[in-house]
């Protein structure tokens, strides 16, 4: 074990029209990987064969800048960058994941199961708690009304990303409004005078996936637009968390979301919150981001299990208050190439080989990687 090169195998999900997504990370990540002398290549969860240890992949070739397919052995370490595009895709490559998991290849952080797993394990802790909107499994049309008797919601779908299928439903002058993005990341803004009508389109729009129903909170900035704070935070080359970076994200305010795939834009996030508070709340504001940054990765550690990174989406309403809105353990890190920040961007990619290498060490010391 110790004489074998360090392999760390980027394991993604393949997709019709490329190879994959995320090439141009990928190829970051074989670069930065060369220079500390770990081996990167990317694969997907089915193409390991366990009789002869190998599996196809694919490797960044430098001088022709393309990926090229090659034979591997098994790699030493796992980093999961798949993202499902249904729950079938998802049933599809989980026995390979299962059996991936029971050869006992360590991943560099086990991914987080859903919105809900993250709002359980937060719920556990009254700081936490107090700064998440009131959620709950959506069930169904009686909790659908009762808690439009009170509030307007958001509902969103479990495992979704990029803010399609969240839908806000509100009722205004007797009437069902509806503003959201569609799957296909087209925007919804429907009036329903009918409840049935309104009930039908609701149920056929929910139907295949499973829902939070979430309280609506009106996180816009001054000029009514609706914007987050985008936080990374990961572990560096001594197996401890750090902040890597943190942007406003700011979407139009025609949407009920900031992503940057509804056609939100980037902006320096204490910049934006310096802009919008007076100097003592921004100043109370930043320090309890930073605070979440620093307590919210381990805290959901102790319940999950092994993380590696995460991405913290935090709202502020317009009394200043901080809401958790959801943790990823998939972040992108596009935001910061967006914003030009140049040492932010190269330790978002850095980390994950300077991470692999603390395993590495640790292992061949006899310690526990995983």
Known sequence: MKNRKTILGIMTCQNKKYLFFEKEYFKQLYKIGKKNNIDVYVFYPDSIDWKSKTTNGFQYNPYKNRFETKIFPIPTFIYDRCF????????????????????????????????????????????????????????????????????????????????KGVIKVSIQNRAYHILGRAYNNKKIHLIFQNKKEFLNWIHSFTKEKRYLIQQYLNLTTSQYQPYDIRVLVQKNENGQWETTGMAARIGDASNITSNLHGGGKVESAVHLIQKEFSH???????????????????????????????????????????????????????????????????????????????????????????
């Open 280 to 370: 003592y709340k921004a100043k109370e504001i930043l320090e309890l981001i930073h605070s979440f940054a620093k307590t919210i990765p381990p805290f959901i550690e102790q319940s999950h299990g092994e993380l590696f990174e995460l991405g913290l989406d935090l709202g502020i309403d317009q009394q200043g208050k901080v809401w958790i809105i959801e943790v990823n353990s998939k972040p992108g890190r596009n935001v910061f190439s967006i914003l030009g920040e140049e040492q932010t961007i190269i330790k978002s990619v850095s980390q994950p080989i300077l991470y692999t290498k603390y395993l590495a060490k640790n292992r061949s010391l006899g310690g526990n990687a995983q």
């Open 84 to 163: 499902y595009s249904s729950r079938k895709e998802y049933r599809t490559y989980l026995p390979y994941i299962k059996k991936i998991k029971q050869e006992r290849i360590p991943f560099l952080g086990n991914g987080l199961k859903g919105k809900w797993e993250v709002y359980q394990i937060l719920s556990t802790n009254p700081l936490f708690k107090s700064h998440l909107p009131k959620t709950a499994i959506y069930r169904g049309e009686n909790q659908l009304f009762q808690w439009l008797s009170t509030m307007p919601i958001i509902l969103k779908p479990i495992g979704g990303s990029h803010g």
